[in-house]
């Protein structure tokens, strides 16, 4: 099957950092795109949808792009609480089942 | 508010049990998913439903089943629970894409954690 690939970090960042994280995607029919969080032993929760125009969410940003096959989150001014692990998620249009990414795991520290 | 419901958080059973793990939703959604999730390997697809008695396997669908008698209800079934099973068991939904260009995001339970002895 397609592949979603994600660097496993760990990354290491002081509070109020900037940190980006980029996800590549194989399957070029891909066409809805998302970032999870998951904290740890919880289950995953959706941060974000992945727009063509990229999407905005308080601190957190999300790009698109289709040319080189990823996808990109961004997150400014980082706090301790944003520690946890980010998974990346492509599907194709109108398929049933998502592909995940393995996981960037994010550590804040004060 | 959607929620996905798993009927255990923990479980505990010894090897050759027969185990079943369930999972309701509560937002009429048509796709239902049962994943494992394990260190270094992510999530990996079990097996899906896109309709009331519709499966398909997934991944790793080996030493599974499942049943979808009901739209709000999965259930998954380990037939002779073995030690490789020991894993973080998620359950997720989602609402019906067939036929649509874009596809939706899925809402996951709490998880079951089992531990087969």
């Known amino acids: 099957r397609k592949e979603v690939e994600q660097d496993p970090g760990p990354f290491n960042v002081p509070e109020g950092a900037t940190v980006a994280f980029n996800c590549t995607y194989s399957n070029s029919a891909s066409q809805s795109f998302f970032w999870y969080r998951q904290d740890c032993r919880k289950e995953p929760k959706l941060l974000m949808s992945?727009?063509?125009s990229g999407n905005e969410d308080g601190r957190f940003t999300a790009q698109l792009n289709r040319a080189s096959q990823y996808i990109s989150l961004l997150i400014r001014d980082s706090k301790l609480s944003d520690s946890a692990t980010y998974l990346c998620?492509?599907?194709?249009?109108?398929?049933?089942?998502?592909?995940f990414g393995r996981g960037t795991s994010l550590i804040v520290h004060p | 508010d959607v929620k996905v419901t798993q009927s255990s958080r923990y479980l505990v059973k010894r090897t050759g049990e027969k185990v079943f793990l369930e999972c309701v939703q509560d937002?009429?959604?048509?796709?239902m998913f049962w994943y494992r999730q394990d260190p270094g390997l992510g999530l990996r697809l079990i097996y899906f439903s896109y309709d009331v008695k519709m499966k398909e396997k997934g991944d790793i669908p080996e030493g599974y089943s499942v049943s979808r008698e009901k739209k709000e209800r999965f259930s998954l079934i380990l037939e002779s629970a073995s030690t490789n099973q020991t894993s973080m068991y998620l359950c997720a939904s989602t609402k019906g894409s067939r036929g649509r260009y874009r596809s939706y995001e899925q809402y996951f339970g709490p998880g079951t954690r089992l531990t087969v002895t």
């Open positions: 992945v727009y063509s």
């Open positions: 937002m009429d959604h048509e796709n």
């Open positions: 998620v492509a599907s194709s249009g109108g398929s049933y089942i998502p592909t």
